[in-house]
Protein backbone atom coordinates (compact mmCIF):
# COMPACT_ATOMS: atom_id res chain seq x y z
CA UNK A 1 0.00 0.00 0.00
CA UNK A 2 1.25 3.20 -0.85
CA UNK A 3 2.33 6.03 1.49
CA UNK A 4 -0.89 8.12 0.10
CA UNK A 5 -3.14 5.15 1.26
CA UNK A 6 -1.59 4.46 4.83
CA UNK A 7 -1.75 8.03 5.42
CA UNK A 8 -5.54 8.22 4.26
CA UNK A 9 -6.46 5.13 6.27
CA UNK A 10 -4.78 6.58 9.17
CA UNK A 11 -6.23 9.96 9.77
CA UNK A 12 -9.60 8.27 8.64
CA UNK A 13 -9.43 5.42 11.34
CA UNK A 14 -8.11 7.55 13.83
CA UNK A 15 -10.49 10.48 13.79
CA UNK A 16 -13.65 7.92 13.48
CA UNK A 17 -12.38 6.43 16.53
CA UNK A 18 -12.11 9.48 18.04
CA UNK A 19 -15.68 10.23 17.83
CA UNK A 20 -17.33 6.36 17.78
CA UNK A 21 -15.17 5.86 20.69
CA UNK A 22 -16.52 8.54 22.76
CA UNK A 23 -19.82 8.41 21.48
CA UNK A 24 -19.87 4.81 23.05
CA UNK A 25 -18.06 6.41 26.07
CA UNK A 26 -17.83 10.50 26.79
CA UNK A 27 -17.22 12.31 29.55
CA UNK A 28 -18.33 14.10 32.78
CA UNK A 29 -17.46 16.55 35.25
CA UNK A 30 -17.87 16.98 39.06
CA UNK A 31 -17.37 15.11 42.22
CA UNK A 32 -17.82 11.64 43.31
CA UNK A 33 -21.54 10.09 42.63
CA UNK A 34 -24.01 9.67 45.62
CA UNK A 35 -27.46 9.27 43.92
CA UNK A 36 -30.56 8.00 45.92
CA UNK A 37 -33.52 5.24 44.46
CA UNK A 38 -35.21 5.96 41.26
CA UNK A 39 -37.82 3.22 41.86
CA UNK A 40 -40.98 5.16 43.40
CA UNK A 41 -39.57 8.42 41.37
CA UNK A 42 -41.82 9.91 38.34
CA UNK A 43 -39.84 8.93 34.59
CA UNK A 44 -38.88 12.86 34.43
CA UNK A 45 -37.62 13.21 38.36
CA UNK A 46 -35.39 10.24 37.73
CA UNK A 47 -33.98 11.30 34.75
CA UNK A 48 -33.27 14.82 36.15
CA UNK A 49 -31.25 12.66 39.16
CA UNK A 50 -29.65 10.15 36.81
CA UNK A 51 -28.74 13.12 34.77
CA UNK A 52 -26.65 15.03 38.38
CA UNK A 53 -26.02 11.65 39.88
CA UNK A 54 -23.90 10.34 36.74
CA UNK A 55 -22.77 14.08 35.75
CA UNK A 56 -20.96 14.29 39.05
CA UNK A 57 -18.66 11.06 39.13
CA UNK A 58 -15.23 11.47 38.65
CA UNK A 59 -14.27 8.56 36.37
CA UNK A 60 -15.78 5.14 35.21
CA UNK A 61 -14.74 1.86 33.06
CA UNK A 62 -16.70 1.39 29.78
CA UNK A 63 -17.39 -1.34 27.53
CA UNK A 64 -18.94 -0.96 24.44
CA UNK A 65 -19.69 -1.66 20.74
CA UNK A 66 -20.72 0.16 18.21
CA UNK A 67 -21.79 0.14 14.24
CA UNK A 68 -22.54 2.58 11.05
CA UNK A 69 -24.44 0.98 8.42
CA UNK A 70 -21.15 -1.01 5.96
CA UNK A 71 -18.93 1.60 7.12
CA UNK A 72 -18.03 -0.27 10.11
CA UNK A 73 -18.10 -2.03 13.56
CA UNK A 74 -15.93 -1.88 15.99
CA UNK A 75 -15.64 -2.61 20.34
CA UNK A 76 -14.36 -0.29 22.97
CA UNK A 77 -13.07 -1.28 25.94
CA UNK A 78 -11.23 1.05 28.97
CA UNK A 79 -11.66 3.78 31.66
CA UNK A 80 -11.80 7.10 31.16
CA UNK A 81 -12.18 10.27 34.05
CA UNK A 82 -13.70 13.77 33.70
CA UNK A 83 -12.63 15.61 36.28
CA UNK A 84 -10.32 18.71 34.88
CA UNK A 85 -10.79 17.54 31.22
CA UNK A 86 -11.34 14.77 29.67
CA UNK A 87 -8.18 11.88 30.31
CA UNK A 88 -8.25 7.73 29.96
CA UNK A 89 -7.65 4.99 27.76
CA UNK A 90 -9.25 2.44 25.51
CA UNK A 91 -8.43 -0.07 23.33
CA UNK A 92 -10.20 -0.28 20.15
CA UNK A 93 -10.82 -2.94 17.74
CA UNK A 94 -12.95 -2.96 14.29
CA UNK A 95 -14.47 -5.89 13.91
CA UNK A 96 -15.95 -5.02 10.26
CA UNK A 97 -17.04 -2.92 7.92
CA UNK A 98 -15.02 -0.76 5.20
CA UNK A 99 -13.07 0.82 8.00
CA UNK A 100 -12.02 -2.88 9.17
CA UNK A 101 -10.89 -3.73 5.95
CA UNK A 102 -8.99 0.18 5.75
CA UNK A 103 -7.28 -1.13 9.36
CA UNK A 104 -5.87 -4.76 7.72
CA UNK A 105 -3.91 -2.79 5.03
CA UNK A 106 -2.94 -0.23 7.46
CA UNK A 107 -1.33 -3.13 9.44
CA UNK A 108 -3.99 -4.07 12.25
CA UNK A 109 -7.50 -4.08 13.02
CA UNK A 110 -7.09 -2.81 17.16
CA UNK A 111 -5.56 0.22 18.12
CA UNK A 112 -4.77 2.65 21.12
CA UNK A 113 -7.09 5.42 21.99
CA UNK A 114 -5.44 7.94 24.30
CA UNK A 115 -7.79 10.81 26.05
CA UNK A 116 -6.22 14.05 27.08
CA UNK A 117 -7.68 17.47 27.89
CA UNK A 118 -6.96 19.06 24.75
CA UNK A 119 -5.87 16.43 22.37
CA UNK A 120 -6.35 12.59 21.59
CA UNK A 121 -4.11 10.73 20.12
CA UNK A 122 -3.91 7.26 17.99
CA UNK A 123 -1.23 4.31 18.01
CA UNK A 124 -1.28 2.56 14.50
CA UNK A 125 0.28 -0.12 13.60
CA UNK A 126 4.07 -1.18 13.12
CA UNK A 127 3.35 -0.46 9.21
CA UNK A 128 2.30 2.79 9.40
CA UNK A 129 5.07 3.44 11.65
CA UNK A 130 7.34 2.48 9.02
CA UNK A 131 6.71 4.11 6.62
CA UNK A 132 5.97 7.69 8.47
CA UNK A 133 8.37 6.94 11.11
CA UNK A 134 5.82 7.42 14.16
CA UNK A 135 2.98 5.10 16.08
CA UNK A 136 1.23 7.81 17.23
CA UNK A 137 -1.10 10.03 15.62
CA UNK A 138 -1.65 13.49 17.58
CA UNK A 139 -5.12 15.85 16.96
CA UNK A 140 -5.52 18.67 18.73
CA UNK A 141 -8.95 19.50 19.49
CA UNK A 142 -8.62 23.33 18.62
CA UNK A 143 -6.96 22.07 15.27
CA UNK A 144 -9.76 19.39 14.26
CA UNK A 145 -12.12 22.90 14.81
CA UNK A 146 -10.40 24.10 11.83
CA UNK A 147 -11.21 21.13 9.41
CA UNK A 148 -13.61 23.12 7.53
CA UNK A 149 -17.12 22.72 6.43
CA UNK A 150 -18.72 22.58 10.09
CA UNK A 151 -17.60 19.32 10.48
CA UNK A 152 -14.56 20.22 12.10
CA UNK A 153 -16.53 22.30 14.94
CA UNK A 154 -18.08 19.49 15.34
CA UNK A 155 -15.56 16.99 16.06
CA UNK A 156 -13.99 18.90 18.25
CA UNK A 157 -17.03 19.46 20.55
CA UNK A 158 -17.86 15.88 20.59
CA UNK A 159 -14.35 15.17 21.61
CA UNK A 160 -14.45 17.56 24.50
CA UNK A 161 -17.91 17.53 25.36
CA UNK A 162 -19.87 14.19 24.44
CA UNK A 163 -20.79 12.61 28.15
CA UNK A 164 -22.50 9.60 29.22
CA UNK A 165 -25.13 11.72 30.84
CA UNK A 166 -25.85 13.70 27.34
CA UNK A 167 -28.05 10.40 26.67
CA UNK A 168 -29.84 11.13 29.72
CA UNK A 169 -30.69 14.85 28.27
CA UNK A 170 -31.50 13.32 24.77
CA UNK A 171 -34.69 11.30 26.71
CA UNK A 172 -35.29 14.89 28.78
CA UNK A 173 -35.16 16.32 25.09
CA UNK A 174 -37.64 13.41 23.90
CA UNK A 175 -40.49 14.69 25.38
CA UNK A 176 -41.95 11.46 25.05
CA UNK A 177 -39.74 9.61 27.70
CA UNK A 178 -41.83 6.44 29.16
CA UNK A 179 -40.30 3.85 32.09
CA UNK A 180 -40.49 0.31 30.49
CA UNK A 181 -39.62 -1.19 34.12
CA UNK A 182 -37.34 -3.02 36.26
CA UNK A 183 -34.67 -5.47 34.30
CA UNK A 184 -31.09 -6.85 35.46
CA UNK A 185 -28.09 -5.17 33.87
CA UNK A 186 -24.85 -7.73 34.14
CA UNK A 187 -26.57 -8.68 37.47
CA UNK A 188 -26.99 -5.54 38.77
CA UNK A 189 -31.14 -4.73 39.35
CA UNK A 190 -31.96 -1.40 37.45
CA UNK A 191 -34.84 0.75 35.44
CA UNK A 192 -35.29 0.77 32.18
CA UNK A 193 -36.07 4.21 30.17
CA UNK A 194 -36.77 4.81 26.82
CA UNK A 195 -37.68 7.97 24.57
CA UNK A 196 -37.82 8.78 20.53
CA UNK A 197 -35.81 12.23 19.36
CA UNK A 198 -37.03 13.69 16.09
CA UNK A 199 -34.42 16.45 15.16
CA UNK A 200 -37.22 18.42 13.18
CA UNK A 201 -39.51 18.59 16.43
CA UNK A 202 -36.69 18.54 19.27
CA UNK A 203 -36.70 22.60 19.62
CA UNK A 204 -40.41 22.61 20.09
CA UNK A 205 -40.87 19.37 22.51
CA UNK A 206 -41.54 20.07 26.11
CA UNK A 207 -38.01 18.77 27.20
CA UNK A 208 -37.02 20.37 30.46
CA UNK A 209 -34.03 21.62 28.98
CA UNK A 210 -32.68 25.42 28.34
CA UNK A 211 -33.11 26.85 25.26
CA UNK A 212 -29.42 26.77 24.73
CA UNK A 213 -28.94 23.37 25.77
CA UNK A 214 -32.23 22.49 23.01
CA UNK A 215 -30.46 24.32 20.26
CA UNK A 216 -27.24 22.51 20.79
CA UNK A 217 -28.50 19.24 20.48
CA UNK A 218 -30.54 19.93 17.75
CA UNK A 219 -27.29 21.18 16.01
CA UNK A 220 -25.18 18.13 16.96
CA UNK A 221 -28.05 15.82 15.46
CA UNK A 222 -28.19 17.91 12.30
CA UNK A 223 -24.52 17.75 11.47
CA UNK A 224 -24.42 14.16 11.50
CA UNK A 225 -27.16 13.90 9.31
CA UNK A 226 -29.18 12.45 12.42
CA UNK A 227 -33.10 12.46 11.27
CA UNK A 228 -34.47 10.53 14.55
CA UNK A 229 -32.61 9.08 17.32
CA UNK A 230 -33.92 6.50 19.92
CA UNK A 231 -32.64 6.29 23.28
CA UNK A 232 -32.58 3.63 25.79
CA UNK A 233 -30.95 3.61 29.32
CA UNK A 234 -30.79 1.90 32.38
CA UNK A 235 -30.04 3.45 35.66
CA UNK A 236 -28.94 1.83 39.14
CA UNK A 237 -30.56 2.40 42.06
CA UNK A 238 -28.10 4.97 42.88
CA UNK A 239 -29.62 6.79 40.26
CA UNK A 240 -26.27 6.14 37.78
CA UNK A 241 -25.98 5.26 34.51
CA UNK A 242 -25.20 1.49 34.00
CA UNK A 243 -26.30 0.83 30.37
CA UNK A 244 -27.73 2.50 27.21
CA UNK A 245 -28.42 2.35 23.63
CA UNK A 246 -28.82 4.39 21.02
CA UNK A 247 -29.87 4.36 17.60
CA UNK A 248 -30.23 6.90 14.65
CA UNK A 249 -30.61 6.98 10.94
CA UNK A 250 -27.88 9.38 9.59
CA UNK A 251 -26.07 10.36 5.97
CA UNK A 252 -23.88 7.43 6.31
CA UNK A 253 -26.48 4.32 7.64
CA UNK A 254 -28.16 3.23 10.77
CA UNK A 255 -25.65 3.73 13.74
CA UNK A 256 -26.38 1.45 17.09
CA UNK A 257 -23.95 2.08 19.83
CA UNK A 258 -24.65 -0.31 23.28
CA UNK A 259 -22.57 1.19 26.40
CA UNK A 260 -22.60 -0.54 29.72
CA UNK A 261 -20.41 1.56 32.75
CA UNK A 262 -18.76 0.28 35.87
CA UNK A 263 -16.83 1.12 38.51
CA UNK A 264 -17.02 4.67 38.94
CA UNK A 265 -14.64 6.63 40.80
CA UNK A 266 -11.60 4.19 39.13
CA UNK A 267 -8.75 5.84 39.11
CA UNK A 268 -7.43 6.86 35.56
CA UNK A 269 -4.57 7.88 34.25
CA UNK A 270 -3.34 8.76 30.59
CA UNK A 271 -0.08 10.48 30.03
CA UNK A 272 1.47 12.05 26.20
CA UNK A 273 2.98 9.50 24.43
CA UNK A 274 6.58 9.87 23.94
CA UNK A 275 7.63 12.73 21.35
CA UNK A 276 10.00 11.35 19.39
CA UNK A 277 7.16 8.75 18.64
CA UNK A 278 4.20 10.93 17.63
CA UNK A 279 3.32 12.82 14.61
CA UNK A 280 0.99 15.77 13.97
CA UNK A 281 -2.23 14.90 11.90
CA UNK A 282 -1.51 18.43 10.72
CA UNK A 283 2.29 17.24 9.34
CA UNK A 284 0.53 14.23 7.73
CA UNK A 285 -2.12 16.31 5.89
CA UNK A 286 0.75 18.97 5.02
CA UNK A 287 2.90 16.44 3.62
CA UNK A 288 0.34 13.95 1.66
CA UNK A 289 -2.55 16.14 0.24
CA UNK A 290 -5.01 14.81 2.36
CA UNK A 291 -8.08 16.97 3.23
CA UNK A 292 -10.14 17.28 6.23
CA UNK A 293 -12.83 14.48 4.83
CA UNK A 294 -10.43 11.99 4.82
CA UNK A 295 -11.82 11.85 8.52
CA UNK A 296 -14.96 13.59 9.19
CA UNK A 297 -18.00 12.05 7.33
CA UNK A 298 -18.88 9.29 9.79
CA UNK A 299 -22.28 10.08 10.63
CA UNK A 300 -22.15 9.42 14.36
CA UNK A 301 -24.38 11.71 16.21
CA UNK A 302 -24.02 12.72 19.62
CA UNK A 303 -24.38 9.41 21.05
CA UNK A 304 -22.54 9.17 24.58
Not at 33 to 42: F, H, I, L, N, Q
Not at 264 to 287: I, N, Q, R
Request: charged share 20%; net charge positive.
Amino acid sequence: MNSRTVRRVGLSVAVVTALTGLAACGSDKGDKAVGKSVTDMSPLAALRSAEQSTDKAESAKVRSSTSLGDTMSMTADGALAWGGGLKGNLTITYTGGKMADAMRQAGSTSMQARYLPDAYYAKMSDKFAQQFGKHWIRYGYDDLAKLGGGSGAYIKDQMQNTTPNQSVKLLLASGDVKKVGREKVSGTDATHYAGTVDVADLAGKNSNLTAEQLAGLKKQLGQAGVTTETVDIWVNDQSLLVKKIEKATTANGVMTSTAYYTDYGVKVSAEEPPAGDTKDFKDLMKSGGVTGGAGTGTGTGTVS
